[in-house]
C-alpha cells in the first residue's frame, strides 16, 4: 500500500483526537502533512505535534486554504464548520484532494450538494462523509433504495449545550420542552454546528427537505441522544446513539481513513 497524504482544515477537538490517534499508530497508511485553521496557532499546534512525534516527513503550517492546497494533499480532512466545507469543497475537489468531512450540514443546500458530486465525478475524486456522532448509514441507504420510506430524526440536549442560539432561554435550565420541530434543512440554518448528524441521515435516506426533525432540551442533561428512525412497508430500523461527549465524532473520522485503505471495507 502506497502512503496517501492528508491535510486538515479546523484545528480544534477534534482535529486533535485524529492526530493524536495518527501519532498513536491508528493511521499507518497516512501522513498528515499540513494543517489550516482560522487561527494560526491552532494549525501549528496540531503541525508541531506531528513534527514532535519525529515521524520523518514535514507537516506545514499553512497561512491560508491555498497554502494548503499547494500540497496537493490526497485527503483533506475537513473539521471546522459548514461554512468552511462550503468554501473548500470545491477548490479542493479541482485541486485533486478527496475530502473526509464532519461538517455534512454544508450538503442541505442541495444545489451545492449536486456541484460537489459533479465535481468529484469529473475529478475523480470522492467526498467521505462520516459517521460523527450517530451510525446506520448503512440501513438508511439500503431500506431507501428498497422504496418508499418515512425517516425522522430526534435529538435530546441539555440547556447549556444551547446556549448561543436562538432558541435559548434561562427557563431551559429547569423545564424540558421541545425547541425545534421541522426539516434537517431548518434545522442546519438554526443550528449551524450542531445538527450536522441530522443532515447526514437525511443525505443517507430521504433528503433534507424530507427528513423531520425534533429537538428536546432536557435540564441536567449532559452530552447527546441522537435517535433516528426509518421505516418502509417492510423494514422498521431504529439507531439510537447515546454520546457523553463529541468525541465519537473525531474517532469517526479515524474509523473512516482506515477503511478507505483497508482490505476489508465496513
Ligand atoms: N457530524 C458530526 O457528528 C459532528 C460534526 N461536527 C462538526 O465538526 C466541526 C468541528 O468540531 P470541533 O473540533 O468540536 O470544533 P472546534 O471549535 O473545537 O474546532 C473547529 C476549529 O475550526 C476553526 N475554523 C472554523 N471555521 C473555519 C474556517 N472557515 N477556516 C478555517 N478554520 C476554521 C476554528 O477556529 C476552530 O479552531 C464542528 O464545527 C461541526 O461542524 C462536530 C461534532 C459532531
Ligand atoms: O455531537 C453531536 O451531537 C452532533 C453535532 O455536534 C453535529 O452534528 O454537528
Request: charged share 20%; net charge negative; with cysteine.
Amino acid at each position: 500500500m502506497t502512503i496517501k497524504t492528508l491535510a486538515i482544515v479546523g484545528c480544534g477537538k477534534l482535529a486533535t483526537i485524529i492526530t493524536d490517534a495518527l501519532i498513536e499508530g491508528f493511521l499507518p497508511d497516512y501522513q498528515l502533512i499540513g494543517a489550516f485553521s482560522r487561527t494560526v496557532e491552532k494549525a501549528k499546534h496540531i503541525a508541531d505535534k506531528v513534527q514532535n512525534a519525529e515521524s520523518g516527513y514535514t507537516c506545514a503550517t499553512c497561512n491560508s486554504l491555498d497554502e494548503l492546497l499547494a500540497l496537493k494533499p490526497d485527503y483533506i480532512i475537513e473539521t471546522a464548520s459548514p461554512d468552511s466545507m462550503k468554501a473548500l469543497a470545491l477548490p479542493a475537489l479541482r485541486n485533486g484532494s478527496s475530502i473526509v468531512t464532519l461538517s455534512i450540514g454544508a450538503f442541505a443546500d442541495t444545489e451545492f450538494y449536486a456541484e460537489v458530486k459533479a465535481t468529484a465525478r469529473e475529478n475523480n475524486t470522492r467526498v467521505h462523509l462520516v459517521s460523527g456522532a450517530i451510525g446506520g448509514f448503512d440501513v438508511l441507504r439500503t431500506v431507501s433504495l428498497m422504496g418508499d420510506c418515512t425517516a425522522t430524526f430526534h435529538t435530546e440536549k441539555g440547556p447549556n449545550s444551547l446556549k448561543n442560539t436562538a432558541v435559548y432561554e434561562e427557563s431551559l435550565q429547569t423545564e424540558k420542552r421541545k425547541v425545534f420541530e421541522g426539516n434537517a434543512q431548518e434545522a442546519i440554518a438554526l443550528f449551524p454546528t450542531r445538527v450536522n448528524v441530522a443532515v447526514a441521515a437525511s443525505l443517507a435516506s430521504v433528503g433534507p427537505e424530507n427528513m423531520k426533525v425534533s429537538m428536546t432540551s432536557t435540564p441536567g442533561f449532559t452530552g447527546d441522544e441522537h435517535r433516528i428512525e426509518v421505516k418502509s412497508d417492510q423494514v422498521h430500523a431504529v439507531i439510537d446513539v447515546y454520546s457523553a461527549t463529541a468525541q465519537i465524532a473525531g474517532w469517526s473520522v479515524v474509523n473512516t481513513l482506515r477503511n478507505i485503505t483497508s482490505p476489508i471495507v465496513f
